[in-house]
């Protein structure tokens, strides 16, 4: 089933340390945002990609797009101050109805076989997001006191991709702006609706490039996977 990606990559990166976008930082001589756009790239079902980048990045991503033959990229939005408001603008250039994906830019390492169940569950339930199990025994803190243990069995860590019926995420969106709400992920936002978000489960390399040791790690997985 064909489906569209919605990329927020207008981040500023600065637990990174690099002093400029993060997904410039390179993996065995490729930006991390090559990394990621390209295992879209080279997905059939997806039919086109729309990035959120900072007006000033523009010309350097499209540099980019062209150097490493990236073709599916249907559209370069402004990105937002915030993720929510990054991802709305992806929203407002999106022509069609079926299945969106939002997925983040520092994500390189997501598995076809996740996306295409995340695209089938969401293409039934109408939402569905990729996690992992938490394996470390969680404590609920408050003013630095340990308060109890929570049941690790009924949490999960929440990764992207995120996957929607686009006009059920419009509708997400639409009453989170109208509503002034600001949530930290579009399942959130799709949550406030009432309506239920089915869980996929994920891989624990499909990290998030945020921090210097999530470089290495990077490099390391790079080499595993080859």
């Not at 489906?3 to 993996?27: C, D, H, I, Q, W």
């Not at 929203?91 to 076989?113: M, Q, T, W």
């Not at 929440?158 to 995420?169: S, V």
Request: proline share 3%; charged share 30%; aromatic share 6%.
């Amino acid at each position: 089933m064909d489906y569209t990606v919605m990329m927020p990559a207008a981040g500023s990166g600065k637990r990174m340390g690099a002093g400029y976008n993060k997904l410039f930082l390179e993996l065995e001589e490729k930006p991390i945002l090559i990394h990621t756009l390209d295992m879209f790239e080279k997905d059939p079902a997806c039919v086109g990609m729309i990035l959120a980048v900072k007006p000033e990045e523009r010309v350097q991503i499209e540099s980019m797009l062209e150097r490493f033959a990236i073709t599916k990229v249907r559209a370069l939005v402004d990105g937002g101050t915030e993720r929510q408001y990054s991802v709305k603008m992806c929203i407002k250039a999106h022509e069609a109805s079926g299945i969106v994906l939002v997925h983040d830019a520092a994500r390189p390492f997501i598995h076809h076989l996740v996306v295409r169940e995340l695209v089938e569950v969401a293409a039934e339930h109408g939402a569905a997001i990729a996690g992992v199990k938490a394996k470390d025994t969680m404590k609920y803190v408050q003013a630095g006191i340990v308060e109890g243990t929570v049941d690790r069995e009924k949490l999960w860590i929440i990764q992207t991709p995120q996957a929607f019926q686009f006009d059920l995420l419009q509708k997400a969106s639409d009453k989170a702006e109208a509503e002034g709400f600001l949530g930290t992920d579009e399942s959130m936002l799709v949550e406030r609706l009432g309506h239920p978000v089915r869980i996929v489960e994920s891989t624990y390399d499909n990290v998030k490039i945020t921090t210097q040791e999530d470089l290495v790690f990077g490099e390391v997985l790079l080499r595993r996977r080859r």
